[in-house]
C-alpha cells in the first residue's frame, strides 16, 4: 500500500485528492497540511512514502519545501503539483528534487498513475505535463543550456537516446518496454546509463534535457 501525505492550501483540492486517491486499491492518504512549513512533522507523524505538493502557499512555498525534504532520513518522494503560473516552475521542481511533477488540470487517472510510478522508483512526467514542458523550454532563449544538452546526448548510445526521447515524451517503463521492443529490465538499464552519461538523477530532468537537445 502507498501513502501519500497531501500538502495543499485548498482544503477542496486536498479533499478531492483524497477522494480519488482513497479509491484505490494500493493508494492510501495518510494525512494532510495546507503549508510548507507543516511537511516535516506531518512526515514524522504519518510516515508517507509520497508527498503531493503544492507550489504556492502563504508561509513556505512547495518548492523550496521539497529541497528542504532531502536532509531527512528516508525522505518521501515528492510530486510537485502546479497551476503553471510561473514560468521556472518545473526547472525549480527539478533542482530541488522533486520525483516529478503534475499540472492540477491532469485527470485522476494521471495523478494515480504518477503516484504508482514514483512509488515505484520510476518518477513522473505525465504526457499533459510533458507538453507544458516542452512549450516552456521552446520559449527558453538560453541557447548555452540548449548547446551543452545537446553536447551531453551526443555522448549515449542510439538505443539510449531512443529511452531518453521516449521518457521526455511521457512513458512510463511498461510503455517504453513495447514501443521499444525490449524488455521492461533492458530499458530501465539504458536509462541509468543515460542518467549517469547525462549528469542526472531523475527522470524529469532526463525529459527536460531531451528537449533542450532537440529530442522531441
Known amino acids: 500500500m502507498t501513502r501519500v501525505l497531501l500538502v495543499d492550501d485548498d482544503q477542496l483540492v486536498c479533499r478531492g485528492l483524497e477522494l480519488m486517491l482513497d479509491a484505490a486499491e494500493d493508494v492510501t492518504v495518510v494525512g494532510s497540511v495546507q503549508d510548507g512549513d507543516e511537511v516535516v512533522g506531518a512526515i514524522h507523524r504519518h510516515r508517507p512514502d509520497i508527498v503531493l505538493m503544492d507550489v504556492r502557499m502563504a508561509r513556505q512555498d512547495g518548492i523550496t519545501t521539497t529541497a528542504s525534504l532531502s536532509a531527512l532520513a528516508d525522505s518521501p518522494k515528492v510530486i510537485v503539483l502546479t497551476t503553471w503560473d510561473h514560468d521556472d516552475v518545473v526547472l525549480r521542481a527539478v533542482h530541488a528534487g522533486a520525483a516529478g511533477f503534475l499540472l492540477k488540470s491532469a485527470s485522476p487517472g494521471e495523478i494515480l498513475e ?48 531512443d529511452v531518453v526521447r521516449c521518457v521526455g515524451r511521457g512513458m512510463s517503463n511498461p510503455q517504453m518496454a513495447s514501443a521499444l521492443f525490449l524488455g521492461e529490465a533492458t530499458v530501465k538499464s539504458h536509462l541509468q546509463r543515460a542518467q549517469q552519461k547525462l549528469g542526472v538523477e531523475s527522470r524529469v530532468q532526463v525529459g527536460v534535457l531531451a528537449d533542450r537537445a532537440g529530442l522531441l
Open 114 to 161: 504518477a503516484v504508482r510510478s514514483v512509488a515505484a522508483g520510476d518518477g513522473a512526467l505525465s504526457p499533459r505535463s510533458a507538453r507544458q514542458v516542452v512549450e516552456h523550454l521552446q520559449s527558453d532563449p538560453a541557447r548555452d543550456l540548449r548547446r551543452a544538452a545537446e553536447g551531453l546526448v551526443a555522448t549515449l548510445t542510439p538505443r539510449e537516446v
